[in-house]
């Protein structure tokens, strides 16, 4: 029945339970176990059917309901519960001891993964910002998350019985969600509207979900106001490609801007002074915050300066093909609609984001350029991955190393009320008196190998039972009954891996099938067998990502080793929370670097699952030896093949030479001691600085809170400070050409120089119509590899002053700067002097990309 019209009717609570929708709406009730277990209680098929409260509400009987309704003790429990999530919103936490920090934040992201009960979310980068957001609400910082309401979310996979992937977009109704709409005093839904070419315009109303004491706002176009073909503009995450793509991008960012503006005066909402854009899909927020400034009276480069300063951009690629990008007629097109906004021009929109400034064609334009332009404050999601954007983004400051490229690092993390298991937190609080599992000692005697080991186990046989039921449950959906060797599938003693991802090939799914023989020899040991369970979506227009889940598929479905390895359809929050903590070593083998940081190997050693994996993301500045395994990779080898082979060669021995036989070697009491010993270690070592706590309190100190003071100082006294700033950057930039180092004089050595000798050294430098307070003229210093040419690595370097004895003329049309650099370490040793732009409102001495070095 095609034309059938779904709605969902809420149910009626009676008044004496009125707290449960208070509980029900805010999705708290997600990581506050308490609050689980009061619906849980109400009734424990309906839980399990939906882990979800307003379905649970919807699905039980009206009898039911009356029945708790007279039951004073669960009345009880239900008006705490709700007590207890008014104080958690309202009561002081660790942002309410801090100073200086902002009063309220933007956070944009496209997509959200806050839980299952909504599924705005297509993997990795969304469940982090979901995540973000709940850690925010624990640490009590003042966040608004902005994102998009999609009709579908992302698809629901299954597989067809040839092993390939099918997609379902089943319609959301936003009525059976945990969201409410903004709206006016008069009842009137808020809209925002974005002006579009040829007339027309896209409105979108604003849903709102609370997230803690976290308010997400979340645009949706599928209304009445649209045309038809607009409404589906927010239809599906990743949906379209090319003028789709840019439309949800340019309601993300523009209208995501407006929606602020609104939720401000509706809810009475904190204006934001800092604006994080979780990946480059947001960049359009910018222009439309430049444009607000330019109606307030300020010029494009004034509101640029202000609206870079209180910009931070988190790129999450660490590949050029992963970058957003779109055709530059399509921006032109765009762009160049009158209305949509006002008083900024096309070109500058281009000047902004074509991607010919770091060495592409002019043809593109490019959401990460966007991004690095907008926001004075950008970082990568590990530290490796630091370093590769460093690199990768080099071009956009020309004349600095990559080392100097300002895009610093913050590690993801984890939300560990989400992902650690109730069995874990369980023995936390019974051996250690408190449930935060990141912040106990579990490597004292207070818990016991055996304690730590049953739990371990009761955690595996768990996963094993889930595991059991959904190959069960896609057997029969494919086939109709499920076949009789699908009830024996999994052990819950055996060695259990696990391997969930994004279908993406650089992630190579297929890595452990490369010997598929070897493969077979470990999973059916005899006296350690292996099992290893693996989920994962490939993107709808993958098909090469689809293979991959195929080719695992069937290998997976043969009589000999069926049962010790299993593709799980549909990998979605609630598998991944019931998938990672009972797997006792956690797989990833990307190729390295492309990993940007990985977040499930996080999740699964927060749980006590010890992680084998290729030292990339995350692993490769966690990983210490003591707290799992890496592969080795093998950068060097010939070509791709070469490399899978030796990289796949390297896990089937860390398996049956490590992991298999360190796992089976039990004492008398059966417990796996040194295994348990490494366990405890990771543990405790790991989870607190894992957790997503750490992250956003990085997040707060160390860019949202420069970010705030930088903006503050540019806004204040009629934007005295970016007026100021826009123009010292114009003198600067027109000035640069005539600025030069004309010599360099050096002195006070020996002729073999001993460490703690100092270099002095005296600079004449040209500085056009500029000031010495223009410029910082430093000596760069470092090692010198002989043969490595100009090269320096470990760089230095010391700012010269104007020497005073000439009050800094020197004659000849030249300044003098003078200073010394004291040898403190042995070695080659080489240096130059040179010249960069000086403000205390830039974030970085390369932020203007201009530098003039001794010749
Ligand atoms: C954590 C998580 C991811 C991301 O994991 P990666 O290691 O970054 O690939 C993807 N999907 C789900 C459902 C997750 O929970």
Redesign the pocket.
């Known amino acids: 029945m095609k034309a059938i019209r779904r709605f969902t009717v809420r149910a009626v609570i009676p008044e004496a339970l009125s707290a449960l929708e208070e509980l029900a709406l805010n999705l708290r009730w997600s990581w506050h176990r308490p609050t689980q277990r009061l619906f849980r209680s109400i009734s424990e098929p309906a839980w399990h059917a939906s882990h979800d409260p307003i379905q649970l509400l919807g699905a039980v009987e009206p009898a039911r309901l009356e029945e708790l309704a007279a039951d004073a003790s669960f009345v009880q429990r239900a008006n705490e519960l709700r007590d207890e999530l008014r104080r958690y919103i309202a009561e002081p936490r660790w942002y309410q001891s801090l100073e200086g920090a902002p009063a309220s934040i933007a956070y944009f992201s496209a997509e959200f993964?806050v839980a299952a009960a909504l599924p705005q979310y297509s993997?990795?980068l969304g469940?982090l910002a979901g995540d973000h957001l709940k850690a925010a609400s624990d640490l009590g910082i003042p966040i608004i998350g902005v994102g998009l309401f999609y009709r579908s979310g992302y698809f629901r996979q299954s597989i067809s019985g040839e092993g390939w992937q099918q997609e379902a977009y089943p319609v959301l109704d936003p009525d059976g969600l945990p969201l409410s709409v903004l709206r006016h005093p008069d009842g009137m839904a808020a809209r925002v509207s974005l002006a579009l070419p040829d007339g027309r315009s896209l409105s979108a109303r604003i849903w709102v979900a609370e997230v803690g004491r976290v308010k997400l706002l979340m645009l949706d176009t599928n209304i009445r106001e649209n045309d038809e073909d607009l409404r589906s503009v927010t239809d599906r995450l990743y949906g379209g490609g090319g003028e789709h793509r840019l439309l949800q991008e340019l309601l993300l960012g523009v209208g995501g801007v407006r929606a602020i503006d609104l939720a401000v005066e509706l809810l009475g909402l904190t204006p934001p002074t800092v604006f994080h854009t979780n990946e480059g899909h947001s960049g359009f927020q910018g222009l439309e915050r430049i444009s607000n400034l330019i109606a307030d009276g300020l010029s494009f480069d004034e509101a640029l300066q202000v609206v870079r300063a209180g910009t931070v951009f988190t790129t999450h690629t660490p590949v050029p093909a992963g970058i957003d990008r779109f055709e530059r007629p399509l921006i032109e097109r765009y762009f160049a609609t009158a209305d949509l906004l006002p008083g900024v021009t096309l070109d500058q929109v281009l000047g902004l984001g074509l991607e010919s400034q770091m060495g592409g064609p002019d043809s593109v334009f490019n959401m990460a350029v966007l991004g690095l332009r907008l926001g004075q404050h950008a970082n990568g999601v590990a530290k490796l991955h630091g370093r590769v954007s460093r690199s990768m983004f080099r071009p956009l400051w020309p004349g600095f190393d990559a080392d100097e490229v300002p895009i610093t690092s913050i590690t993801n993390g984890v939300h560990a009320p989400t992902w650690v298991d109730s069995t874990l937190v369980a023995l936390a609080e019974a051996q250690f008196g408190t449930g935060d599992t990141t912040r106990v000692d579990w490597q004292s005697d207070q818990v016991t190998d055996a304690q730590l080991w049953a739990a371990r186990n009761e955690m595996r046989a768990a996963t094993v039972a889930d595991a059991r039921r959904r190959v069960r449950a896609a057997h029969e959906v494919t086939g109709g009954i499920a076949p009789a060797w699908t009830a024996q599938v999994l052990d819950a003693n055996t060695l259990t891996i696990g391997f969930?991802?994004?279908g993406a090939t650089y992630?190579r799914l297929t890595l452990m099938l490369h010997d598929r023989a070897r493969l077979t020899s470990i999973l059916t040991d005899s006296e350690r067998p292996v099992q290893i369970i693996v989920a994962g979506k490939a993107h709808p227009a993958d098909d090469e990502g689809k293979h991959l889940i195929q080719e695992l598929y069937e290998f997976s479905e043969q009589p000999e080793i069926r049962g010790r390895i299993v593709f799980l359809p549909n990998?979605?929050?609630t598998?991944?929370q019931s998938l990672y903590p009972g797997t006792d070593v956690w797989l990833?083998n990307p190729l390295r670097p492309m990993e940007a940081?990985?977040?499930?190997?996080m999740?699964a050693a927060l749980n006590g699952s010890l992680n084998l994996s290729i030292l990339d993301g995350w692993w490769d500045e966690y990983y210490d030896g003591k707290n799992g395994w890496a592969i080795p990779s093998a950068d060097s080898a010939g070509d791709a093949a070469e490399r899978d082979a030796l990289e796949a060669s390297a896990l089937y021995d860390l398996i049956e030479h490590q992991i298999a036989p360190m796992f089976y070697d039990r004492g008398a009491d059966g417990v796996p001691s040194q295994w348990i010993s490494h366990v405890r270690y990771a543990l405790a070592t790991l989870s607190p600085e894992l957790s997503a706590d750490r992250m956003v309190r990085q997040y707060v100190q160390e860019l949202y809170t420069p970010a705030h003071h930088l903006a503050v100082r540019l806004t204040a006294n009629g934007f005295g400070a970016a007026r100021t700033l826009s123009a010292w950057k114009k003198k600067v930039a027109d000035a640069w050409p005539q600025v030069a180092v004309a010599h360099v004089e050096s002195g006070g050595l020996d002729a073999v120089p001993q460490v703690n000798d100092e270099l002095h050294v005296r600079a004449h430098v040209a500085l056009g119509p500029l000031t010495p307070a223009d410029v910082r003229v430093e000596v760069v210093y470092g090692h010198s590899e002989p043969g490595a040419g100009d090269e320096l690595t470990e760089l230095r370097s010391q700012e010269l002053t104007v020497d005073p004895a000439v009050a800094g003329q020197d004659g000849a049309g030249t300044t003098a700067f003078i200073g010394s650099v004291v040898l403190d370490r042995a070695g080659s040793f080489g240096y130059t002097v040179r010249v960069l732009p000086k403000s205390d409102l830039l974030a970085s001495p390369a932020e203007l990309g201009l530098v003039a070095v001794a010749g």
Request: net charge positive.
């Open positions: 993964g993997g990795g469940i969930a991802r994004r992630k990998y979605d929050i598998m991944a990833n940081c990985g977040t499930s190997g999740k």
